[in-house]
């Protein structure tokens, strides 16, 4: 079978979920290896790329890869591409995912889909734009297909296997080290999924009035073990940090739930979520458009009704 | 200094966007053309960084002739002068297209900073500003939430998903930017008058010295197979809260297996 190329999303020495996603989906089109690029590689990494397929990890271990961003990776997997000549290489749609997809694409003259939601064993893979309103299906003509492909669009199913260690040693390049990270700042650390990948988000709009009704925001998603999100009018206002924003101009999610409270449901937001699998919608207009959207719907003040079902969760845990 | 900030002519943000039937390039004519909304504060920025250390900053876009309204706005709102890529044959660029004609318009021309935003709202694929510096063997300083300059160096901070990075280079750089970095100006009737003054060099492909070959949609890196529009949802479920609204949500809820 041929080999599928996976890039491992990891954060503190461990894989990200949406690297599980990747290597099921990789399982689809051919054998999957999985590249870990940076330091911190461990047993505990190597057997969570394992249970779920990857028959080879590449990694190319070295801080030299991510201080700084996104050109070495680029560096390193073009390095595997030729060397290797995968089928295609699967990078997760978050920012450093796609750019590095893009910087691949022009080293490798091959063509680049970005955001795919499922990608069939012929290569086509599927779509959703303009919001989740049009859903299309396209392939790569040139080259070895790079493919992005967002978190929480493929259920992981583990195959376990015991894969191979692979070092690699690729040097960086002059024009690759021209940016150089200085520092990194966490500005989150609430204990909460994060926002990109979690199962579960609860978010909060105009509706919230207050950064204080933020609370009643956070407990709900606290009582789901959900992330938080806010709509750009709850951001804008200053109500919620920037970094939480879902929309056409934040980030966009595609969790198994979405609670959207007080959020009338512009096209700005519904960019962002609409793919959601069930969403759940709670507002006093009943003309919000959101509702549109909603599998279950409840019009009423947020600020009761919140509160009482973060009660009832509780109660029923 | 001198700065480029590099603008997209897209549908209206608020606008419901679609495919075309013939060739499955995005519909241009189905709405109102705008400025990317991002790329409105690329400009604020470049804009911002010369009130506070002098230059030129000149905007530079490829699109149909119609995206020089977008020129106008982004001169109206204080840039000096632009350059305009408009050719028949760059219809249906991919981003490994667009990224080869910007960077050679831009290769040559001494620019220190080259500003974008982080994405367009109808494309959405945010590779292009990486695809430029790479194109070009310039840093890559994208999705910046902060810059600031200093002689040669730029420092800037880059959004993540936990925070930032702080990240570090020697002009020249490429820069795309995120809205968290500032609030965009208006363009003042001042503004709007000066713009109409203002140069614009207007480029053909020949013009610019690229290969027509590698440029439009049947050069395109990908192909679009087929689209349709999305099923519409089944109506859902919508209750009135009577004092136990919360309730019958965490009966919903656990119907469907959440709690």
């Known amino acids: 079978m041929s080999e599928v190329l996976v890039v491992v999303e990891h954060a503190d020495g461990s894989v990200k979920k949406v690297t599980s996603e990747l290597l099921t989906l990789a399982r689809t089109l051919g054998e999957p290896s999985a590249v870990w690029i940076g330091p911190g590689y461990s047993e505990a990494a190597a057997a969570t790329l394992g249970e779920f397929g990857a028959a080879k990890v590449y990694v190319a271990d070295g801080a030299q890869y991510i201080d700084h961003p996104v050109a070495p990776r680029a560096e390193v997997l073009a390095s595997l591409v030729s060397e290797q000549a995968p089928s295609a290489v699967l990078i997760a749609s978050s920012a450093d995912g796609k750019e590095t997809a893009g910087r691949l694409a022009i080293k490798i003259n091959s063509g680049v889909i970005t955001d795919a939601i499922g990608i069939s064993a012929d290569g086509i893979a599927t779509q959703s734009v303009f919001g989740g309103s049009t859903v299309v299906h396209s392939k790569v003509t040139k080259g070895t297909p790079i493919f992005t492909v967002r ?14 260690r692979v070092d690699v040693s690729v040097p960086v390049s002059e024009v690759a080290m021209k940016a150089k990270v200085t520092g990194r700042t966490v500005a989150q650390k609430d204990g909460r999924p994060d926002l990109s990948e979690a199962a579960i988000v609860v978010s909060g709009g105009r509706g919230v009035g207050s950064p204080e009704g933020f609370a009643v925001i956070e407990a709900l998603a606290d009582s789901l073990g959900a992330a938080v999100g ?17 929309g056409q101009t934040g980030k966009t999610v595609s969790p198994q739930l979405y609670v959207a409270n007080g959020i009338s449901g512009a096209i700005q937001h519904r960019a962002g979520m609409q793919t959601s699998k069930t969403i759940v919608v709670v507002n006093k207009d009943p003309e919000a458009p959101l509702f549109e959207l909603a599998d279950f719907g409840v019009v009423g003040d947020l600020f009761q009704v919140v509160p009482q079902l973060t009660e009832e969760i509780k109660k029923r845990a | ?71 106008r706005k982004a001169l109206s709102m204080g840039a000096d002068a632009a350059i305009h890529l408009v050719d028949d044959s760059l219809h249906g660029s991919d981003a490994l297209a667009t990224s080869y004609a910007i960077a050679t318009i831009l290769d040559g021309r001494g620019f220190d900073l080259i500003f974008f935003g982080s994405e367009s709202t109808d494309a959405r694929m945010s590779v292009v500003p990486a695809m430029v510096a790479e194109r070009l063997g310039v840093a890559q300083l994208t999705f910046a939430q902060k810059v600031d300059v200093s002689g040669t160096s730029v420092t800037i901070q880059r959004t993540t998903d936990y925070g930032f990075e702080t990240v570090e280079a020697s002009m020249p750089a490429v820069l795309s930017v995120v809205e968290k970095i500032n609030e965009p100006r208006y363009p003042s009737f001042k503004g709007i008058m000066a713009a109409k003054k203002k140069p614009v060099e207007t480029l053909s492909i020949a013009d610019a010295g690229l290969d027509a070959s590698q440029l439009g949609l049947s050069a395109a890196w990908t192909v679009v197979e087929d689209f349709a529009a999305r099923p519409p949802k089944a109506a859902g479920t919508i209750v009135t809260d009577e004092g136990d609204g919360g309730v019958k949500l965490a009966d919903y809820l656990a119907t469907q297996k959440f709690i």
């Open chain 1, 230 to 246: 806010a709509s750009r009018a709850a951001t804008d206002a200053g109500w919620y940090p920037h970094q939480y924003q879902v």
């Open chain 2, 1 to 71: 200094m001198k700065i480029a900030v590099c603008v997209k002519q897209v549908p209206d943000t608020w606008a419901e966007k679609k495919l075309r039937s013939d060739d499955s390039t995005l519909d241009r004519e189905a709405a109102d053309g705008v400025m990317n909304e991002l790329d409105e504060y690329a400009v604020e920025e470049a804009l911002k960084l010369q009130a506070a250390h002098g230059g030129e900053v000149t905007i530079v876009t490829m699109g149909p002739e119609r995206a020089g309204e977008t020129v």
């Open chain 1, 151 to 164: 978190p929480n669009s493929t259920p992981p199913v583990a195959a376990a296997t015991t894969p191979t």
